[in-house]
């Protein structure tokens, strides 16, 4: 059974710092992943999409990358700023027509 | 802009009480989601709709059913509800060939008291 684990839970980092953001899943068959962003009342956006041919999706100061062998995915972003403190989630799909299993997610706050 | 709209952000209701809530998207897509977020947990899978009158369980439909009457209209119903259904409840649509492009409303905090 596909698990996907996020760690840490929380972050915090001063403004302006890189950062990278970690996700692993236990079953390298996957279809796609993808990192969402989660504001408080604001329900989840979709950052970035990598199919599982690909290695790597930019997005701004976004990079999301893929390693299926080694069932991990990294978001870095650079030149943190106050605006990405949320919660981010890392999302695998099985196959094409299935639904998505979820990390519980990273806290990030950027402080001023 | 698309849309995904859930009824209410905060929800207090006490046990055995029926509750039901309500999302609908303008993006005419065929999937519909329901998750429940809980911390620690990640989202969990309730139920989906891949069309009108469809439906099909997810990883944890006890103590919920589901009614898809209009193609825009997805809703969540707790039969009878319980304090370990307080949760945040996010429901979510997505195209039919591209189900994990999905798009999310903002979320129920349902609070069972």
């Known amino acids: 059974k596909q698990e996907v684990t996020q760690i840490p839970a929380a972050l915090s980092v001063p403004e302006g710092e890189n950062l990278v953001l970690n996700c692993s899943f236990t079953d390298s068959a996957i279809y796609n992943l993808q990192w969402f962003r989660q504001d408080p009342g604001k329900g989840l956006t979709s950052l970035l999409l990598i199919q599982s041919s690909q290695r790597e999706q930019t997005s701004g100061r976004l990079n999301a990358s893929l390693d299926k062998s080694s069932g991990r995915s990294t978001l870095y972003i650079a030149a943190s700023q106050p605006g990405d403190s949320a919660t981010y989630l890392c999302?695998?799909?099985?196959?094409?027509?299935?639904?998505?299993?979820w990390g519980a997610g990273t806290k990030l706050i950027i402080k001023p | 802009d698309v849309k995904v709209t859930q009824s209410s952000r905060y929800l207090v209701k006490r046990t055995g009480e029926k509750v039901f809530l309500e999302c609908v998207q303008d993006?005419?897509?065929?999937?519909m989601f329901w998750y429940r977020q809980d911390p620690g947990l990640g989202l969990r899978l309730i139920y989906f709709?891949?069309?009108?009158?469809?439906?099909e369980k997810g990883d944890i439909p006890e103590g919920y059913s589901v009614s898809r009457e209009k193609k825009e209209r997805f809703s969540l119903i707790l039969e009878s509800a319980s304090t370990n259904q307080t949760s945040m409840y996010l429901c979510?649509?997505?195209?039919?060939?591209?189900?994990?492009?999905?798009?999310f409303g903002q979320g129920t905090r349902l609070t069972v008291v």
């Open positions: 979510a649509s997505s195209p039919l060939v591209r189900v994990t492009e999905a798009f």
């Open positions: 709709s891949y069309d009108v009158k469809m439906k």
């Open positions: 993006m005419d897509h065929e999937n």
């Open positions: 999302a695998v799909s099985p196959d094409s027509n299935y639904q998505l299993i």
